[in-house]
């Protein structure tokens, strides 16, 4: 009771479920976003500007880049790739619901800190954190074939967290130090 079921439409659904040249949609999806963000990153204005701002937001007004309007204009993209994250999924579930995202913040932040993005700001690059999220999704489903539980899954993942950030304080340390 309380619940409400609407079909989707078998168009939305094939973006979620669906395949072509044998990889599914989903793959392909997050090849296009990882390669338009390379160019973005690597090749446009705006990506170094972002770039900076998150390196250091002061040093990068004081050359001139208009801080505030790169921030809102980084939330907006976010927000539009969330929301096609949130199509995508709801294609693939076949369902629409508020949690259905639900406990994946984990796996992004260890995707993007394994993937060699600083937890300082203005490094990273897009590629690694493909990669890592692949591996991620590679060592789960391994887990699950393993049969291992949902506990152990979530652990392991904090661990390679921990471990990659512990990694990361120490090579900026060591930087800094001059090791």
Do not use: C, D
């Amino acid at each position: 009771y309380g619940s409400y079921h609407v079909r989707f439409p078998a168009n939305f659904v094939v973006l979620g479920q669906g395949k072509t040249l044998g990889v599914p949609n989903l793959v392909w999806g997050a090849a296009v976003v990882v390669i338009v963000g390379h160019f973005v990153l690597t090749r446009l204005e705006y990506g170094r500007y972002i770039l900076a701002i998150g390196g250091n937001p002061e040093a990068a007004r004081i050359a001139g880049i208009k801080v505030r309007r790169y921030i809102i204009i980084a939330f907006v993209v976010q927000a539009a790739l969330v929301a096609l994250a949130a199509f995508l999924l709801m294609g693939r579930m076949n369902s629409a619901h508020p949690t259905l995202g639900q406990g994946l913040e984990l796996h992004i932040i260890a995707g993007v800190i394994l993937g060699g993005s600083s937890l300082f700001g203005g490094v990273g690059r897009i590629w690694g954190m493909a990669i890592a999220m692949y591996l991620i999704a590679v060592l789960e489903n391994g887990l699950v074939l393993a049969g291992a539980s949902f506990f152990w899954q979530q652990i392991l993942l904090g661990l390679l967290l921990i471990i990659s950030v512990a990694i990361q304080v120490y090579r900026t340390r060591g930087n800094r130090t001059g090791l």
